[in-house]
């Protein structure tokens, strides 16, 4: 036994180590559009593999190297493409790709040669050795191959194949599992050894890529016929979907035909499910057949809770007795049996030496966030059902809504653009607009494209969506570098524009500084498997107030965590937050934000709402760098006066101090709290969740707490109820 252990140690060691084909890291080039119609013969009928999801596939030869071509097309593609879309899932199999080169990279995962952004082609080329004799698709469906695509070859793919999936679904101290979400054999290549091979994972999510497991309203669910019927509904995605895709799979392998539609799937108690054609051979073996039938059957219940995990498959698929009898020839068995932590430990290192919490997931395990808010709605049958399209406007639409961008409709900028009022038809929106910057720092990321594609996740996820402090998202606008989204919100004015006026009473600012802060505490809230929510660009500019005085955070710019995931932090690494509530701690600390740093800038957001003052261009001529300087600034004065009450120091400017809801300790209460969130020592500043709790122990919310929409309040404890309680307690 112990021999046998051995020589499974050796053989992952000189997979992982090795000259051995998996393991190779093949140079990367960037094509040009002709190089890429060179290397196909000009995309001939006789080069062309077959249609994946959402494009096509050929083959070719590239220096010398026979290599398989991936095209995404906008156009005449098997499914629906939205503006942006194809361009976003080339960048995440890029990111992908580069990322597996320098962690594990599993065998059957196709490898990454070159790729192509040119002359309207986006595409990835993919190195194969030794070459791909055609899809998995196109061998079970082509009479030609019925019978020397034989049972053991059958059986390989399928070890081969359960072997990803399991390495993809392996819980990650740092990430969540990958899940595929858009399995077919159409998107499996398979070499002449008869290894498959995954070339497409458009649909992927998790890992460092976007978790797209709750965003509603997808438009594409999966492939035809290995789609779960339960994926078509928010929230049900799960490593059990691909588990489902998986079984339809197993059952094409071995009945050698395909189940175009879900209904057309055979009864689970009717007739064989293998080919007779494949029981001839001395490899066939009558109980492998009736296991792996079982298997498949297990795979594609209705019940997700009844199917296997993909590491249960695997336990079955190695009991098999083909596989016992090919272990010693079959290159994938190499990795049975042994040390998985070759397979599953990704590697990962926080360059800010700071301790981050660890991350855990469990199969089909939906941890729902705390919404840290008692109004906060939960699910989407909550939300209006004009959010359940998502619609795709031109820029000469949102110019049309705008009356032509008209300067009576423009609101304000924000850091990446600028906001107007709109109209379509008979409903007040809010319209934004992404614009190139020439500040060096937004300019150089050229990230605009993606900040539009993360925006859109956020907001289509139904747990942030239902928030009431989030803008609901219409639709948005994806034309070259013409990128927009529209809200469906009757904006009043940003914060920025009316923190420095009168218009503003001490009761809305009130109510502005507690939802805004219960919206960050929502944000904030730790929910496995998601590191918390960090906005990491508060601003007042960013803040939008309806026709109610409510907040609304409209601007995600630079947001990481929850669903946006650590890909993204390389596109903003040069971009600390915005002028006047930017955290010095962060800065110094090369970048690296945590939760207090967004609780330093709601802190200058509050000093703003109490003093009347705002971070203005004639601030960035004299040097100031925080929105709290001008405010301190101005009351230094005051504190060398003999009137002032220097033990109930008070940052309230004087004609809002003069408000009927204002009370003196509110005032004195509310600087403190302001002074605590912007202390240079990122320990001292408190949670989100603690300035929530002293939000509410204020006077004037106590005295208006239904007109705040706070159903309770905890009540201040007093002298005489606290004896009261104590002589209670004896």
Not at 2 to 18: C, L, N, P, Q, V
Not at 41 to 66: A, L, M, W
Not at 216 to 242: E, H, I, M, N, T
Request: some cysteine; proline content about 3%.
């Amino acid at each position: 036994m112990a021999s046998e252990k051995g020589r499974t140690e050796t053989a992952i060691e000189k997979w992982k180590m090795g000259p051995d084909r998996y393991r190779r890291l093949f140079a990367t080039f960037s094509m040009k559009a002709k190089q890429l119609a060179e290397c196909t013969d000009g995309f001939s009928p006789q080069n062309f593999i077959g249609n994946f999801q959402f494009g096509e596939v050929y083959r070719g030869t590239f220096q010398g190297k026979d290599v398989i071509v991936k095209i995404w097309k906008d156009e005449n593609s098997l499914y629906k493409v939205k503006p942006g879309d194809n361009e976003e899932r080339y960048k995440d199999e890029i990111r992908l790709q580069n990322y597996f080169k320098v962690n594990d990279l599993h065998p059957n995962m196709a490898k990454f040669y070159a790729h192509c952004d040119d002359g309207g082609y986006r595409a990835i080329i993919y190195h194969l050795q030794p070459k791909a004799v055609d899809t998995l698709q196109n061998l079970i469906e082509k009479v030609a191959f019925s019978d020397t695509f034989t049972w053991p070859q059958r059986i390989k793919v399928a070890l081969g194949f359960a072997s990803l999936l399991e390495f993809m679904h392996a819980p990650h101290p740092n990430y969540l599992p990958y899940l595929i979400r858009n399995i077919d054999a159409a998107h499996i290549l398979v070499d002449e050894d008869y290894e498959p091979l995954l070339f497409d994972v458009s649909m992927i999510s998790g890992g460092i890529l976007t978790d797209k497991r709750n965003v509603w309203y997808q438009y594409v669910d999966g492939c035809c016929g290995y789609v779960d019927p339960l994926c078509a509904r928010p929230g049900k995605w799960s490593d059990k979907c691909d588990v489902f895709s998986y079984g339809i799979l197993l059952l094409a392998l071995i009945g050698k035909r395909f189940y175009k539609d879900n209904a057309e799937l055979p009864p689970i108690n009717g007739s064989p499910l293998v080919h007779q054609s494949l029981e001839s051979g001395s490899d066939f073996y009558s109980s492998d057949a009736t296991k792996i039938a079982n298997l498949a059957k297990t795979c594609v219940q209705s019940d997700p809770r009844t199917r296997p995990t993909m590491e249960n498959i695997m336990i079955s698929l190695q009991s098999l007795q083909i596989v016992k009898h090919y272990a010693s020839t079959w290159e994938i068995c190499k990795l049975l049996n042994g040390d998985k932590a070759s397979l599953t430990g990704y590697h990962y290192s926080d360059s800010s030496g700071k301790d981050r919490r660890l991350l855990t997931w469990h199969s089909g395990h939906f941890s729902q966030l705390n919404r840290g808010s008692d109004y906060c709605r939960a699910g989407k049958n909550t939300l209006e059902e004009d959010y359940d399209t998502l619609e795709v406007f031109s820029y000469k639409e949102l110019s049309m809504f705008t009356n032509g961008f008209n300067e009576q409709n423009f609101i304000g900028k924000f850091q990446f653009g600028r906001v107007f009022r709109g109209m379509i038809q008979e409903k007040k929106v809010m319209v934004k607009i992404w614009e190139p910057s020439d500040e060096i720092y937004l300019a150089s990321q050229g990230g605009n494209k993606g900040r539009l594609r993360d925006e859109i996740a956020l907001l289509r996820d139904a747990r942030f969506s239902s928030h009431p402090n989030m803008v609901k998202l219409i639709g948005y606008c994806h034309e070259e570098e013409k990128l927009g989204a529209v809200y469906d919100l009757d904006p009043h004015q940003t914060l920025y524009n009316l923190s420095p006026k009168d218009d503003l009473t001490w009761l809305q600012r009130i109510k502005v500084a507690y939802e805004f802060a219960r919206l960050l505490e929502f944000l904030h809230a730790h929910n496995l498997p998601y590191m918390p929510f960090l906005v990491r660009n508060i601003d007042a500019a960013h803040i939008i107030l309806d026709k109610d005085y409510s907040p609304k955070l409209f601007d995600f710019g630079m947001s990481i965590g929850g669903i946006i995931l650590d890909a993204r932090i390389d596109r903003n690494r040069f971009l600390f937050g915005c002028y006047g509530y930017m955290d010095a701690d962060a800065f110094l600390d090369g970048g690296i934000w945590y939760a207090c740093s967004d609780v330093f800038a709601y802190g200058c957001v509050l000093l703003g709402l109490i003093s009347k003052k705002v971070y203005t261009e004639e601030d960035v001529k004299n040097g100031s760098v925080y929105v709290s300087d001008s405010a301190i600034a101005y009351y230094d004065e005051e504190k060398s006066k003999a009137c002032f009450d220097q033990a109930r120091f008070s940052l309230v400017e004087r004609e809002l101090s003069k408000d009927g809801d204002h009370f003196a300790n509110d005032g004195a209460e509310l600087t403190r709290l302001a002074l605590q969130c912007v202390a240079f020592d990122s320990f001292e500043r408190p949670s989100m969740k603690q300035v929530v709790k002293c939000l509410l122990n204020l006077l004037v919310v106590r005295k208006h707490a239904k007109e705040l929409g706070i159903k309770q309040v905890v009540r201040r404890k007093t002298k005489k109820s606290r004896i009261k309680q104590k002589s209670s307690r004896r």
